[in-house]
T-cell receptor
Framework: DAGVIQSPRHEVTEMGQEVTLRCKPI?????LFWYRQTMMRGLELLIY????????DSGMPEDRFSAKMPNASFSTLKIQPSEPRDSAVYFC???????????FGQGTRLTVV | RKEVEQDPGPFNVPEGATVAFNCTYS??????FFWYRQDCRKEPKLLMS???SGNEDGRFTAQLNRASQYISLLIRDSKLSDSATYLC??????????FGKGTTLSVSS
């Protein structure tokens, strides 16, 4: 079975550019989560969706970040404009319920120079 | 105070050793508990859920103390392949999983 699929795996971009990260959750999962991981802060929840509807976006750092889930099989996380402090690994995860185990994608390693 | 706190380590142990990791959580309404494992430059993967009565999966034993808001993971007979970062995870009703920063284990021969 295919797991959570994220693209791209690596992204290097210049400060000020727009960055779009993509995620395909596991089929049948109705929860999708976006996390960011850095050495300093660990894994932080950015936003999560239930049945394509954003439920909690309190973890989104600022207005430069936005996330969408137009359908059950696709989500995007956009950063515009990007800044060097956005450099991190961004993980997408999905689950078949709330508060139960989630399965992670391989992550997108973002470097903003 | 962070929601989930762990000793970052690193824990350096020889093969065959027994090692224990501890984790505390701040929200008494937490209902679900897990240990995840993360290898270097990889995604977190579920190691085991943690149940109130304690549970075991091979060499791994997880314990939960709700009164003290404390979770533990015991690894017996450590293997080289156990070297990884172990993440303590909790959630409350209606929330997503909240991760600790992880404890790094290094098992040497």
């Amino acid at each position: 079975d295919a797991g959570v699929i994220q693209s791209p795996r690596h992204e290097v971009t210049e400060m000020g550019q727009e960055v779009t990260l993509r995620c395909k959750p596991i089929s049948g999962h109705d929860y999708l989560f976006w996390y960011r991981q850095t050495m300093m802060r660990g894994l932080e929840l950015l936003i999560y969706f239930n049945n394509n509807v954003p439920i909690d976006d309190s973890g989104m750092p600022e207005d430069r970040f936005s996330a969408k889930m137009p359908n059950a099989s696709f989500s995007t996380l956009k950063i515009q404009p990007s800044e060097p402090r956005d450099s991190a690994v961004y993980f997408c995860a999905s689950s078949s319920g709330q508060g139960i185990k989630a399965f992670f994608g391989q992550g997108t390693r973002l470097t903003v120079v | 105070r962070k929601e989930v706190e762990q000793d970052p380590g690193p824990f350096n142990v020889p093969e065959g050793a027994t090692v224990a990791f501890n984790c505390t959580y701040s929200n008494s309404a937490s209902q679900s508990f897990f240990w995840y494992r993360q290898d270097c430059r990889k995604e977190p993967k579920l190691l085991m859920s943690v149940y109130s009565s304690g549970n075991e999966d091979g060499r791994f034993t997880a314990q939960l103390n709700r009164a003290s808001q404390y979770i533990s993971l015991l690894i017996r007979d450590s293997k080289l392949s156990d070297s990884a970062t172990y993440l303590c995870v909790v959630s409350q009703a209606g929330t997503a999983l909240i991760f600790g920063k992880g404890t790094t284990l290094s098992v040497s021969s």
